[in-house]
């Protein structure tokens, strides 16, 4: 029998079951779909925004201590965060994506809309469009391509004092085909014949001393190889400028992850949507899947939660004002009363309150009620559906979900360990 | 201050300003219409789109119910490309009264609406969503109307006919001559709402079409003139559940009419008598009546993803009259201000509906031309406005389009099927300030994503517009037209976009320039729309577009700047705080 079953296969899911089946454990991933970090930019976000303040935060180190108390980084502190983050980097170094952080500091990189974004850890390939940096820019896109402007961000990064221009190629450097999306472009450039094109016509565009910006499309497996080749072929750095879903940036990490995991024997089953599951004296025993052929029993003495919130299907809601999670049916402490979701400001620098709420655990990651106590006996939650977060105001979407994926995974393994020794007494 | 010299001047860019600009020209008058928006911003771009056979009428108030079939027949020859010949069903639930269906039959007969029952296994096959305890329907030529491009075309009409059309100018006087008595209103002063420009226009009559405004500008002169506001809360759903309007067989009330409207179905409406025209906040028993409503119609269709929700507000009036808007009558309301208020030069034409737009416009101008002694017979119902000739709307007909001409990877919207071409042309072809007017032009952002990929994709083509522009006509702004072309009347489809010349931005300071605001202000009006319905997977929908502008966009850091735009004005309306929470008079 399996020792953990995760329920969920983005950057939460996907990193517990990392750490789980490094610590011994026998681990399997079920997932509805392919999980979010196909939308998400391929950067890990730890925090970015604190309390509305208009500048980004420095180093998310000094200022985890001022988030609310029930925060998940809260919950693990500082020294567990960090450690999780730093596991992740060294976890994923093997792929070649080249995640690093800015001397434990955020960085700031150019957002398909001009704005300067703040990151922890960056993948190489875009690390080059740093704020720091000092070098100008050209920002380069493709004719009639629809997500992304190079006029409209070199617009606003010139109005922030960058020294930049735009340029624009002809759509034929990339595809015959016109209906391509990101995805599909980066497949694209995997091939070596689009890259010398693209770094033939590059050649045409860039001045010395300029680094080039191009749209997240350079390579969907063969990212590292047609990177070096641009940057080589161009002799300066090239960066990428992630955009509209689909990321290929956030494919290459899911995709890296989950080889990861299947090198070490951790199964990652898609289509596979929970819709119940069967506990007895609070330990839950199994979580059915109903799939086109049958439904199916997944048993597993732990269960991880990793659904995500409302982005990731891990919650619904009725007109009623019903905001419930759609497996266990845990209590959120999302406002039940509809008017109280929303405030008149889609921007308002306080966020939803819709999507403040979560499931509230415990120091364990444990689901638990209104009193305190853990709801079953071996549920763990993890991710972007836990209370007292809104992860994509604070920008620490993939902060939270590697943190609370790794501690999940680790009390998931300190509690089999301490079942076995009771087993063995 | 620039002055303008004209015959008639029309106040308010609706359907009904649209029609009277139209008439006025066709009848060889100078013309100059104000609009302090975008043409349709009002009543007219927010209403659920039927076109009335007058069935809706029939028992209650024949010589509307006689209007509207009238008119429905001359509106399929004049805007045929307006409209969807979806015909209408009148359905009897088993909730409604006894002997109305017989009472409709035969209000329909006098009237003379065609009127038929369908058997209902027919109706049925046709409808296979109706509810199944239906127990009679009856056909009526109701059919679906684009409030939008109707009124863009009609204004076409009429500046082709001469007419000069001013959006984005809002009166900020009447002038008035002569006193207590004999006074007269000789035009009126206007402020253009981008420059802040101001500019004189004399008229030697003012038509007041400002529909539910039309108490506010009378009050510019003195004259009180009391519309009764009555709100209209609509509903769209993300399917056409429908192919068919769909009536409810009784006396009108809330939420008995579903239209399909392009590729979503429309549930409509409550009638709420408010203090303000502008006053079009939602509140959640509107939607819970308008989705109960709808499933007697059409069972379920309250599970159905909701896409959003928005208000109208209806320009009733009925003199001294104190009840309910509900049953306030529909009629149009022809003001003589020199025989009823000693005010010569001055006409207020308000009530009324879509449907008899046209008629309203008529009636006016026969008014018009007996004030000034002439006599100029009005020719707008045998003349069809630019466009005809495509033929009755259908709803496949943009993808056809993009399918022949493989235009999938030129997609900015892939919920409307809307291209970067049509965009582009849109912008340049008439007066767009924000892209809530692309939306009004093209249905940009009206579908299931409500704008969560193309806001951005329109903010970047635009600016690539710009820089264009300015590229192809460098500081020689001779070379850029002084106003946009007006061409509109075919701005729905993708082919034509696709073989037109490359747009060009006409001169002159816009909001447009600033791609933020443009941003900023648009995500905003969306805002607005789905959150009075944001539950389920509409929810999932909107957290996804937080994760686009917030997690990848960063829209919510863009470098700061004080723009503002007439948008922006208007949503601050409802979002400040106390908004909206005054008693209803």
Known sequence: MLDLLIIGAGLAGLTAALRAVEAGLRVKIIAKGMGSLYWATGAIDVLGYLGGEERAVASPWERLAELDAGHPYRTLGDTRVRGAIDWFQQHIEPSGLGYRSADAHNLLTPSPAGAWRPTYLAPAGQRAGAATDDRPMVIVGFQGVRDFFPHLITRNLSAQGQVVRAALLPWSVLSEQRDRNNAQLAECVDDVHTQQRLVDALKLVVKPGERIGLPAILGRHAHAQALAHLQQGLKTDVFEIPTLPPSAPGIRLATALRQALEQRGVRVEIGMEAIGFHAEDGVIQWVETETSARPLKHRAHAFLLATGGVLGGGFNSTPAGRFWEVIFDLPLTVPQDRRQWFRPLFLDARGQPAFHGGVAVNAALQPVDATGDAIYANLWAAGSLLAHADPILERSLEGVAIASGVAAAEAVKTKSTAAVATMER | ?????????????????????????????????????????????????????????????????????????????????????????????????????????????????????????????????????????????????????????????ARQAGAQICVYHEVVGLLTEGSDGARRVTGARVRDVVTGEELVVEAMLTINASGAWAGQIAALADIPVRVIPGKGVMVAVNHRLVNTVINRCKMPADGDILVPVHTVAVIGTTDERVADPEMLNIEPWEVALMLAEGDKLVPGLSQSRILRAWAGVRPLYQENYTGDSRDATRALALLDHQQRDGVAGFLTIT?????????????????????????????????????????????????????????????????????????????????????????????????????????????????????????????????????????????????????????????????????????????????????????????KQERLDELIYLGIMNIDHLPPDDDASPLTEFWQFDTTPGAGSEETT
């Not at chain 2, 020859?77 to 009264?97: A, L, M, Q």
């Not at chain 2, 970047?460 to 522009?469: D, N, P, S, V």
């Not at chain 2, 001779?478 to 489809?493: F, G, I, K, T, Y």
């Open chain 2, 1 to 157: 201050m620039k002055k303008l010299a004209t015959d008639i001047l029309v106040i308010g860019g609706g359907s009904t300003g649209a029609g009277v600009a139209w008439d006025a020209a066709l009848r060889g008058f100078r013309v100059v219409l104000v609009e302090k928006r975008d043409l349709t911003h009002g009543t007219t771009g927010r209403y659920h789109g039927l076109l009335h056979s007058g069935g809706r009428y029939a028992v209650k108030d024949p010589q509307s119910a006689i209007e509207c079939i009238e008119e429905n027949r001359i509106l399929r020859r004049t805007h045929t490309h307006c409209i969807e010949d979806t015909s209408g069903f009148f359905v009897v639930t088993p909730e409604d009264e006894g002997d109305f269906p017989d009472r409709f039959q035969a209000g329909c007969a006098t009237v003379g609406i065609p009127c038929e029952e369908v058997p209902l296994k027919e109706a049925l096959r046709r409808e296979p969503l109706l509810n199944p305890r239906i127990s009679r329907v009856f056909e009526v030529p109701d059919g679906s109307a684009d409030s939008f491009l109707a009124t863009h075309v009609t204004v076409q009409a």
């Open chain 2, 351 to 539: 009530g009324g509906k879509w449907t008899t737009f046209r008629l309203m416009a008529e009636k006016t101008m026969d008014k018009a031309c007996a004030q000034l002694g002439v006599d100029r017979p009005c020719r707008t119902a045998e003349t069809p406005v630019p466009g005809v000739e495509q033929g009755y709307y259908w709803v496949g007909h943009r993808l056809h389009e993009v399918e022949t001409e493989r235009l999938q990877g030129d997609l900015v919207c892939e919920c409307e099927l809307v291209t970067r071409s049509m965009l582009e042309q849109a912008a340049a072809n008439n007066p767009t300030v924000t892209l809530d007017d692309l939306r009004r032009d093209v249905r940009l952002g009206m579908g299931p994503c409500q704008g969560g990929f193309c806001t951005f994709r329109a903010a970047g083509i635009l600016q690539e517009l710009r820089m264009r522009t300015e590229e192809t006509a460098p500081s020689n702004r001779a070379a850029r037209p002084e106003e946009p072309a007006w061409s509109v009347a075919h701005m729905q489809s993708p082919r034509h976009a696709m073989h037109q010349q490359p747009a060009t931005l006409a001169a002159g300071r816009s909001p447009l320039d600033n791609p933020n605001l443009l941003l900023r202000d648009f995500l905003q009006e969306r805002w607005r729309g789905v959150t009075p319905v944001l539950w389920g997977r509409q929810l």
